[in-house]
Every structure is written in C-alpha cells, then in structure tokens.
C-alpha cells in the first residue's frame, strides 16, 4: 500500500469541515476560503488518480485495505476503477463548483460549508468505497446534513421547504431501509459463517441460488431506483430540488442520485446477475415511463427548478434503459451518461441558483430577456440547454448515442421510444430558456450585475467539463469501458450467453 | 463459596451505605455537590474493576448465584448508566427542596438491584434484585417533593409496578410447582408442555414485558416518563430496561425448553412486532420531548426484541451491543433535555427552536443522539441494528428485518422533527445557555462514543460476543 491517495482526498472535507467547527462565526470569508482550499485538494488529488490510472493493468487502483471489524468481515477498502473515476471525478467538480456557487450565502454561513462539505465527503466516500458496509455507511451520511441544508437554506414555493426536506429524506430512507435488507441478505448467502465478507468484488464472485437473486435484486432495484427516481419513485425528485438551496440541488442532481445507478451496477448487475436478467424487461419498461412521463410533465412547468427536476427524472430514464441492456455497450453508455448528466445538471442548477439569488424569482413568466444583462449567465445556460437535448460537440452527446445503440438490439420498440423522448426534451428546453434568456430587453432587470469573480468558477470548471467531453469523448469513455468491459463480460459469461457485442467504439 | 464472585456488588453496596452515612456527616442545608462527586468516583472506581473479571465463569451459593461474562457485560451496562446518570444530576439536585444528598444513594441502590438481577440464576434471587431495583425507583420518581405530576407518576409506578410484579411471583410460583427448583439451569430439563407452563410463560413475559415496556405492557411508560424527574427519567429508560432484558434473556435462553415445552419464540415474535410498529408510530404525534422518548423506548425495546427471537450467540451479542449503545445515545438525548428544562423552563419539542444557534453543541449532541436511536449510518445505531437483524435473517426469518428497518426509516420522521426545530428556526431570545461542566462532559462522551462505535464497532462488538458466548 504506496500513498492513500483516495483517504486524503475523502478525510480533505472531513477535517475541513472540523476547522470550520473552531472558526468564529463572523469570519464569512475564512469559512467560505477554508472550504474553497480543502475541495481544491480533493480534486487535485482526483485528477491525479483520473490521468494517473493505469489503463493496461485495469481493475481496482490505488487500493488500500485495513481489516475494520474482523468478525463482520469488514474492510476499509478503497480503491477505484474504470466506474468509479468518472463518478469521483464528477463528485469532486461538482463539490468544488457548488462551494463557489454558494458563495454568497450569508446566513449563518459556517453551519452551512460544514454541512456542505460532510455531504461531499459522504457522496465520494460511496464511490471510493470496495467494501459494502463502508459504501452503505457513506451513503446514509448523506442523510443528515441534506435534510439540515434544505429546512435552513432552502426556500418554499409550490411546497414548503420541511416538506420538500422530509420528501426527499424519507424517500431515500425508505428505499434503503429495502436496500438493507437486500444487502445483508445477499451478505448472509455468500458465503456461511467464518468466510463472511462485505467486500464488493468476493460477494460479486459468489454464487446464489436463481431465486435468491431474483428476490434480492427487486429490493436492490427498490433501493437504488428510489435514489435515481426511477419511475413511480420518483415524486421527491422535483419537489426536494425545488425546496433545496443551490448547493444541494447540485450534487443530489449532479452525483448523489448516481449512488442508485453506480450501486445498481456494482451489486445489482455484477452479483446478481440472473436477477438482473430477470427483472430487465421490468426496467427497462420503467425506464421508458421516465423519459416520457417525466418529459412530458416538464413541459407543463412554470418554474426553472421544475423543469430541470423533471428533466433530471427523464434523464435517469436513459441511464436506467441503457442498464437494463445488459450489454457492455448499454453499460458504457448508462455511466458516461451519469457522468454527462451530472456536469450539465449541476451546472444548470448553480445557474438558477445565481438567477435567483439576484431576481428573487424562477418563475418563467416573470422572467425574460436575461440574456441582455446578464451574458455570461446566459452562456451557462445555454450550454447546459443544449447539453440536455444531446446537442452532439457538448458531453451528453455520446454517451446518449451508445445508450440507444446498446439498448435497440435488445430492446428495439422502448429505445425508439426513448428516442422520442428527445424531442420532447428539445421541446421544454428550448422553451425555457428562450423565455428566460432572450427577448426585449426588461429594464426591471437592469440593475442585476452578471456572474463575477468567484461566481463564475462553476460556469468555468462545468462549462469547460462540458465542452473537453464533447469534443473529447474518449477521455470519459475509454475509462468507462476499461472498468465496465471486464466485469460486465464476466456477467455474461456467467448468465451462459457468450457477449455478442464487443466493446470498443 | 467463592465470595470473590460477589465482589462487584458487595463494593457497590459498600459504596451506597457509604454515601448515607456521608449523607449523615454532612450538614443537611448544603448543596451536596461533594457528595455527588464522591458517587461519580466510587461508580467509576467500581466500573475499573469490573474489566479484570473477565473470564470467570463460576457459580456460588448452591447456583443461586452465577458469575459469567454476560453479567460482567450487564454491569458494566449498568454502571455506565449510572455515572451518566451522576453526571446529568448534579446540577439538577440543587434545585431540589429536601433530601439533597439521599438522592445519590438511591441512584447506586437501584445499580445494586439491577447487578443482582444480571448475575441471578435463580428465580427468588431475580425477584429480590429486581425489587430492589423497582422500590428505590418508586422513590426516586417521586423525588421532586411538592411537584403534583412527580408524586402522580410515582404513585402510579408504584401501583402498575407493584401489580407487574406480582403477575411474575405468579409465573414465577407455577415454575417452581412444575419443577421443584427455582434455578434456572435446572428447569430446563424438567419443563414439558402443561397448560400451567402456558400459563407461567405467559405471565412471565407480562412481568418481564412490563420492565422493558413492550407492547401491550407499555402504557406507563410515557406518564411515568413525563412526570419523573429528567435525570431519573434516563435511567429508567436506559438501565431499568437493560436490566429487564438481562433476566429475560437469561430466563428465556436458560431456563424454558423451546422443544416439548411452550413456543415462546413465536410470542415473542409477535411482541417484537407490534411493539415495533407502535412504539414508533405513537411517537410520531408527541409534542413533549420526554413522551416523545418514552414511545421511542418502547420502539427500542422492539428491536431488543427481535435479537431474542433468534435465540442463538448472534442476537443475544446484538442485544448486549445495542443495549450498550441504547445507554449512551438516550443519556445523551437527555442531558441535553436537563439542559433545555432548566434554562428555558419547557419540554415542549416547538420551545426548542434556534437551539442550534444558542448552544450548538446540544442541538448536534441531540441530533446525533436521535439518529442514532434511528439507526442512521455512520452512527452507533446502525451497527446496533445490523447485529440484530442480521442475526435473525442468518435464522432464514426476513420479516423482522424488514418491520424493523422500515419502521426506523420512520422514526426519523418524528426524530427529524426535533432538528427541524433546533436547527432551522431563530431563538426567541439570544441568551448563551449555560452548560455546566458536568453535562457538558455527558453530551461529548455520548456524542464521541456514538460516532465512534459506529465507525468503528470492532472493539465493544468483540466484548459483546464474548459475553453472549457464555450464555450457551
């Protein structure tokens, strides 16, 4: 075990978030500076581990392994792969943006950068994390400082923000409460007492019984579809990210809901994979329900945060219809387009967040003519618009197109759906921000400065991710497919049906 | 005779005396800080000692007495309680009328009890523990003098405790017409299935069921609770109920054949069940913190429950381990509802706004203490769960879990609700709330060792197995 790379970029936030606890509550930009200084190092180290990963030795890198609590067979196991990067690496952009993005929060500013950074650490923990006791221990960290940001920062519109705080944690809670169940199921089938191990790779290798793994992944698909709003559980999805401040909005879009997909695929797929089998079809039909219902409804929203939450419930729909492939090209697609959604999600949210923040105001109607007094602004939108719809050149693109390659062989009507659903997306998009961005110039609106200074570091950091993964599509997807190629051909091998597709673009 | 496997007990008998006739020295107008200090030390001196008896496995006095690692981990429980419970008092007793310094002495009375009751294997010797427990606590309910609902609760303590304990003289009198014995090894092998055994397991459960507040037992829990003075309130709910699991489990695993004799699993299974669900779901609509904790305890004893029903190593360890973590993370919960009551004079959950400005280390101790009882990762009452559960699903029985798993994702609503108010509102007024030194300390020990066992449970998980080992 060399240098722990991953545990000094995961601990950076923790004792971050431990200095703050000693700072006076007066010194806003100590704080805010502080919180700045250790989400840089996390994404240095980050790149670091993304341009250092070795792709011709594949598999987990940067390990480290310390016996946790030897009679459970836990392991403080990090270690990261051709998935886990990307999710890292969007985890750490998105941090870093989200504390520049609330750079301007004034009421009581130290509570809120703890909380901010206990909730980025908890989000990377769960993707840095090989054992699955420590991946479950990070993903209900979570918890607790999401609930406290939305009923203190958040703010109430079309429901009030303890109601959209409760939304969102009992949603999460309740679908892990299923989740639990199926881990520690699928824990106490691997192997029997003695050998038991929660490390994520040994219980993938175990073998279980067809109908343990057909019960066991329906929990799973409960937990983690609840996470990624799958459809129907998908309701706190728009209405938590309504109520919650900007920050929040922007990882919980950004990487917090990837923690369904990212554990779907590295448990659900990869240890269950005759329950996978089974229950495809069953999502791969939910999937199509998300792109076309949730497209639909956001076509009907009035306010900016709507629409997104609708567009990022939509969005998971591909993510989910390119798992339930089952093939290694679906596979890829699913996860770059995790990645691809969270950039520009996060970036649209850090833009109605500054909208807000100065007009007070996301109701469409009320706004217009943005465009005008606020360029650069408008520039972020705009590129998260047009990475929405899958404007090829911008990051969404790619990832979208080998989505729908992966799932037409197997699931040919759904993907034309699917497909469809585009235009739908185009449609709302497009609507919104020309509502928002363009038209007669509004003079109520002349006084409103646009983004500056540190306001414009997420638009610079996400806007650039967008651009360099469109143009250059490779730097995601060649990671993607040396992580997913590997495991999902030895899923195959195991289900029996030889891999017909081979990977590689 | 080896008097040496009394040794935990004659010291803290010792030690209580000792504090009576301390009480006696000193003038009756002070403060009796001292006094409270000198409990604080002893406790702690006794708890020191406890860790070197380890290992022993003996019986004495014709097995009317045993001493095994199971009850060295039961009082250690206990005493942990009662030093937290010292703590959280001190500055409680000075605002009693009378009686200042007896106060103390009862609180290592009741410890007394509750170690008689850990290391009892007989039936007579469970009864006299367990009434020495229950009698010092009807006094120490009713502590607060000229207070109507503390005298209220204790009276009706007394009542309902009274007729508890009778209904387990009765279970307990059918055993020892069935068998002849009153030692719990010994039974065992000499129970067959008899409606009269129906009949004592029955009563037993209600007796025991009684002490750690399972449904349907459980109605005086949140009278008693709300009206018995906060620290004593604590006390009850962390070790008088760790008591009761200690002689059921022990009376339940050792002493009643589950073949030819009577199912109580499956009664047990059913208690664990509903207590669960109601426990939880009564708590939803508390506005008072300490009904609120009341209906939250019955809950917790629901998932105690179901570490019995699995009958093996493994939930009797997931007994012991949450229970330990149930001590820390209540007291925790309390002391800061000691603080709260004394400074802004309520126990109304709404009165608790802006805590999180005034005094942010009570309101993260109290959320903390919460979500935990929750079972919110990476918090002590996670793991506590998972050993629970975990142990029951190995049996191949997977409702439990999920009863219990869904009903704590629940809990959180009604825990939730608490920070809501501490965190998101202002201060009526931006007074500092004093912490003294005392509490302070409280809070940061149930804070740091809730956080700490559960990132890191290996240590008290590894003494907690050996300690359920020795029952089998």
């Known amino acids: 075990m060399g240098f722990p790379l991953l545990t000094i970029a995961l601990l950076a936030p923790i004792i971050g978030a431990l200095v703050l606890v000693f700072i006076p509550k007066d010194e806003h930009k100590i704080v805010k500076a502080i919180s700045a200084f250790v989400m840089a190092i996390s994404l240095g180290l980050t790149l670091v581990a993304y341009f250092g990963y070795d792709f011709a030795k594949g598999g987990m890198q940067f390990t480290e392994d310390i016996v946790w609590v030897k009679e459970l067979g836990v392991t403080y196991a990090m270690g990261v792969d051709g998935i886990s990067l990307p999710m890292l690496l969007l985890t750490n952009l998105i941090g870093f943006s989200a504390v520049f993005a609330s750079w301007n929060v004034e009421k009581r500013p130290k509570t809120f950068f703890i909380l901010l950074l206990l909730l980025i650490a908890g989000v990377m923990g769960t993707f840095i994390a090989r054992d699955l006791f420590i991946f479950f221990l990070f993903y209900e960290v979570v918890v607790i400082p999401l609930y406290i940001m939305v009923i203190i920062w958040g703010s109430s519109k079309r429901v009030t923000k303890e109601y959209a705080g409760m939304k969102l944690t009992i949603y999460l809670l309740i679908g892990s409460a299923f989740l639990l169940v199926g881990l520690i199921a699928i824990y106490l089938n691997a192997y029997p007492v003695g050998q038991r191990t929660f490390m994520i790779d040994k219980l993938a290798a175990a073998s279980y019984s067809e109908p343990f793994q057909i019960f066991a992944f329906a929990l799973l698909a409960v937990g983690f579809g609840s996470l990624l709003s799958m459809f129907p559980f998908h309701s706190w999805s728009p209405d938590g990210y309504a109520g919650a401040p900007t920050a929040v909005s922007m990882i919980h879009a950004g990487v917090l809901k990837k923690i369904g997909g990212y554990g779907l695929i590295r448990v659900g797929l990869l240890a269950l994979p005759l329950g996978a089998k089974f229950w495809a079809p069953v999502i791969a039909f939910l999937a199509v329900c998300n792109v076309a219902y949730a497209a639909m409804i956001a076509l009907a929203q009035k306010d900016l945060k709507y629409v997104i939450g609708y567009s990022s419930v939509s969005h998971m729909g591909y993510v989910l219809i390119g798992l339930a492939a089952l093939n290694v090209i679906g596979i890829n697609g699913a996860v770059a387009n995790m990645f691809a959604h969270g950039v520009m999600s996060a970036l649209f949210f850090s833009m109605i967040g500054y909208v807000y923040e100065k007009t007070h105001t996301r109701y469409i109607p009320d706004l217009g003519g943005l465009a005008h007094q606020m360029p650069r602004v408008a520039i972020g939108f705009m590129m998260a618009g047009m990475a929405s719809l899958g404007l090829p050149g911008l990051v969404s693109f790619i990832p979208e197109f080998t989505i729908f390659v992966g799932s037409f062989a197997v699931y040919p009507t759904m993907a034309i759906i699917a497909i469809a659903g585009i235009i739908i997306t185009a449609l709302y998009t497009l609507r919104a921000l020309a509502n928002v961005l363009f038209g007669p110039r509004r003079p109520e609106f002349d006084h409103y400065p646009d983004a500056k200074g540190p306001e414009m570091v997420p638009l610079l950091v996400l806007g650039s991710v967008l651009v360099l993964g469109g143009i250059f599509p490779h730097l995601i997807l060649d990671m993607v497919n040396s992580g997913v190629e590997p495991l999902v051909s030895a899923m195959m091998a195991k289900l029996g049906a030889a891999a017909t597709i081979g990977g590689g673009f | ?472």
């Open chain 2, 1 to 472: 005779m080896n008097m040496s496997l009394l040794s935990t007990e004659i010291l803290t008998a010792v030690l209580a005396c000792g504090l009576l006739i301390l009480c006696l020295l000193s003038p009756n107008k002070e403060k009796h800080r001292g006094i409270g200090y000198a409990t604080l030390f002893g406790l702690l001196a006794i708890l020191v000692t406890t860790f070197f008896q380890y290992g022993i496995n003996e019986t004495t006095f014709h097995e009317l007495w045993i001493h095994d690692d199971y009850s060295v981990f039961m009082k250690e429980l206990f005493l942990v309680a009662a030093i937290l419970v010292t703590l959280s008092s001190i500055d409680f007793v000075d605002t009693l009328p009378r009686f200042r310094s007896e106060y103390y002495s009862l609180i290592v009375f009741a410890a007394l009890g509750m170690m008689v009751m850990a290391s009892a294997n007989d039936l007579v010797t469970i009864y006299v523990g367990m009434e020495l427990m229950t009698i010092t606590f009807f006094v120490l309910v009713a502590y607060v003098l000229g207070n109507g609902r503390s005298s209220e609760a204790g009276v009706k303590y007394l009542l309902l405790g009274a007729a508890s304990s009778a209904v387990l003289l009765f279970g307990m009198s059918l055993l020892y017409g069935l068998t002849g014995t009153t030692v719990i090894p010994e039974m065992m092998a000499k129970l067959h299935w008899s409606p009269a055994l129906v009949i004592a397991v029955v009563t037993l459960i209600a007796g025991f069921g009684f002490k750690i507040s399972a449904v349907p037992f459980h109605m005086w829990s949140p009278d008693i609770y709300e009206g018995a003075p906060t620290p004593i309130t604590g006390y009850l709910a962390v070790a008088s109920k760790a008591a009761g699991f200690a002689v059921l489990v022990r009376v339940f695993i050792d002493g009643l054949p589950l073949q030819n004799g009577v199912d109580w699993l499956t009664v047990m299974s059913v208690l664990a069940g509903i207590t669960m669900v109601i426990g939880n779901v009564v708590a939803i609509p508390q506005t008072n913190i300490k009904r609120m904790l009341a209906y939250s305890s019955v809950a917790q004893a629901g998932y105690l429950l179901v570490g019995l029903m699995s009958a093996d190593a493994a939930g009797v360890k997931g007994i012991l381990f949450y229970a330990m973590l149930y001590v820390v993370a209540n007291m925790g919960a309390f002391a800061v509802a000691i603080v709260v009551a004394k400074e802004l004079g309520t126990e109304e959950i709404p009165d608790y706004a802006g805590l999180a400005i005034r005094q942010p280390l009570l309101a993260s101790v109290m959320t903390i203490s919460l979500l935990s009882l929750a079972g919110i990762p990476p918090l002590a009452g996670f793991v506590g769960k998972l050993y629970l559960f975990s142990a029951i699903m190995d049996k191949g029985v997977l409702w439990p879990a999920f009863v219990g798993f869904v009903m704590s994702m629940v809990s959180v609503y009604y825990y939730l609700n608490v920070a809501l108010y501490m965190w998101r509102d202002e201060p009526k007024d931006n007074r500092p709330i004093h912490v003294p030194g005392a509490i302070k300390f409280t809070v940061l020990f149930a804070m740091v060792a809730t956080v700490f066992f559960g990132i890191y449970p290996g240590p008290l998980a590894e003494v907690a197995t050996m300690a359920a080992k020795s029952l089998f």
